[in-house]
């Protein structure tokens, strides 16, 4: 494993973007599925922060099912005092985060990804650190389907993904089932 010391542009709250990319743990998953109209939200699951990072970040599958396009946008969390879907991108070897002016857009039968190096739910301000374990309550809004609160599972600290061992060759579990019952409490 490369341990690669990120940059990111995050308007001023860099640390646990980067520390996300860098880190590799295990991470323990539940699997909640939230539906409002057309939409279709999956497998979403956070990170558990360092001491004094200022944001994290969360994630999801999302589908619309409908025969319009819908927008996403994150109206606020419980535990942060903001919150933004970002996008992120490598520019010139370095990964750069910024606010999806309008929202994310995701059309007619399309399944978008919010992951890790990827589009994301940008919590700003933490009010508190978040604990592996618990879960953390996020109002998104849709602009067709509406607003809807989506608890994010809270994985380890770096975890690449949801219920996955991580590293380069990250596994989504695709089973609801038995194996992703790897939390300890
Ligand atoms: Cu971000």
Known sequence: MTNIAWKTACYGVTAVCALALAQLAAAPARAANFDIGAIDITQPWTRATPKGASSAA???????????????????SEVSGECQIHSMTMEGG????????????????????????????????LKHPLEQGQEVKVMLKFEHAGTIAVEYPV???GAAAPGAAAGGGTMMMQ?????MQMDKH
């Open 58 to 76: 969360a994630y999801m599958t999302i589908t619309n099912n409908g025969s319009t396009p819908d927008r996403l946008s994150c109206v606020s």
């Open 94 to 125: 370095v990964m750069k985060m910024r606010p999806v002016e309008g929202g994310l857009e995701i059309k007619p039968g399309e399944t978008v990804m919010l992951k890790p190096g990827g589009f994301h739910v940008m919590l700003v301000n």
């Open 155 to 157: 994985a380890a600290i």
């Open 175 to 179: 089973d609801h089932g038995g194996m």
